[in-house]
């Protein structure tokens, strides 16, 4: 099961809305409406921020938001703010019980 | 607040074994299924092994299968990695991971460190 795709890197202006893209398969962001998005700051565990492609768990920033198209899921955050200054992982289900991560996005508040 | 504390990590020589153990605490463990999630320092995030919510099921990446053995006790509310054949790319960081919905996962422990090295 190969990696779904992210950019390595994306960054943004305080205030400045940012997209990052996730691409997968037929087999896996295309079969399923089942992608997650996981924020990760330095040390730390990854937060879960989004989920069923665009769904905000409780507690998390109306900033974020998520889609999904074909083989491609996309993560967006508004406003952008210092504070999301992270890493950005994608899941998705992959079918038969597996699971696959993107390679993760390092995002720059500049 | 949930809380998962990871633990057993250390240094093994290659061909080795481990067992990393997850203790969970407020919520109901026996409930859930569990995750545990490996990451290559500097890296990113790979799935590798789930467990449902009785122990009854798992299911595994293709890079562990045969190798690694996810398990439960859910009177002790702790999950288990037992790891052996341990080879030089399994070093990473572990979490363990709640799972929500099914397909997501809600709440991560802070890991603990694998390293495989002679």
């Known amino acids: 099961q190969s990696a779904l795709t992210q950019p390595a890197s994306v960054s943004g202006s305080p205030g400045q809305s940012i997209t990052i893209s996730c691409t997968g398969t037929s087999s896996d962001v295309g079969s399923y409406n089942l992608v997650s998005w996981y924020q990760q700051h330095p040390g730390k565990a990854p937060k879960f921020i989004i989920y069923g492609g665009g769904k905000r768990p409780s507690g998390v920033s109306n900033r974020f938001s998520g889609s999904k198209s074909g083989n491609t899921a996309s993560l967006t955050i508004s406003g952008l703010q210092a504070e999301d200054e992270a890493d950005y992982y994608c899941c998705s289900y992959a079918g038969s019980s597996t699971w696959v991560f993107g390679g993760g996005t390092k995002l720059t508040v500049l | 607040e949930v809380q998962l504390v990871e633990s057993g990590g250390g240094f093994v020589q290659p061909g080795g074994s481990l067992r990393l153990s997850c203790a969970a605490s407020?919520?109901?463990?026996?409930?859930?299924?569990m995750h545990w999630v490996r990451q290559v320092p500097g890296k990113g995030l790979v799935w590798i092994s789930r467990i449902n919510s009785d122990g009854s099921t798992t299911s595994y990446a293709d890079s562990v299968k045969g190798r690694f053995t996810i398990s439960r006790d859910n009177a002790k509310n702790t999950l288990y990695l037992q790891m052996n054949s341990l080879r030089a790319e399994d070093t990473a960081v572990y979490y363990c991971?709640?799972?929500?919905?099914?397909?997501?996962?809600?709440?991560w422990g802070q890991g603990t460190l694998v390293t495989v090295s002679s």
């Open positions: 991971a709640r799972v929500f919905a099914v397909y997501y996962f809600d709440y």
């Open positions: 407020e919520f109901t463990f026996s409930s859930y299924w």
